[in-house]
């Protein structure tokens, strides 16, 4: 029944709502950093972006774009995070545990001379 649940986990829609319900707390410790009010005007000079949309100017919004670079690099690290996080716990799981090394050249020879020691 575990192995079933990990199987259901790892699927690609429990991950979305994994993000689904980071984006918020990141948001709130983002607070009010806002780049889409930065805009290039190809026509004329504009107060803001309603301004020069409302005159039908030709404008590139790379605010927006500056916007959805930091919401993607924000989203990967933390989904990277989180699927780290699981992968090591299931190689913890995976990991047998080692077998007793056997005793050094040193303990051998140890051992021998003990071993030849109570014999005389």
Request: glycine share 6%.
């Amino acid at each position: 029944m575990l192995k079933e649940f990990k199987e259901f986990a790892m699927r690609g829609n429990v991950v979305d709502l994994a993000v689904d319900m980071i984006m918020p707390p990141i948001g709130l410790v983002l607070g009010k950093v806002d780049f889409s009010n930065l805009f290039l005007s190809l026509h004329g000079t504009y107060n803001s972006v309603k301004d020069a949309e409302a005159a039908g100017a030709p404008i590139i919004k790379y605010g927006v774009f500056i916007n959805n670079v930091i919401d993607f690099l924000i989203v990967a690290f933390v989904i990277f995070l989180l699927i780290r996080g699981i992968n090591q716990l299931q190689r913890k799981k995976e990991e047998a545990p080692a077998a007793p090394a056997g005793p050094t050249p040193t303990e051998k020879l140890l051992t021998e001379i003990r071993d030849e020691l109570k014999a005389r």
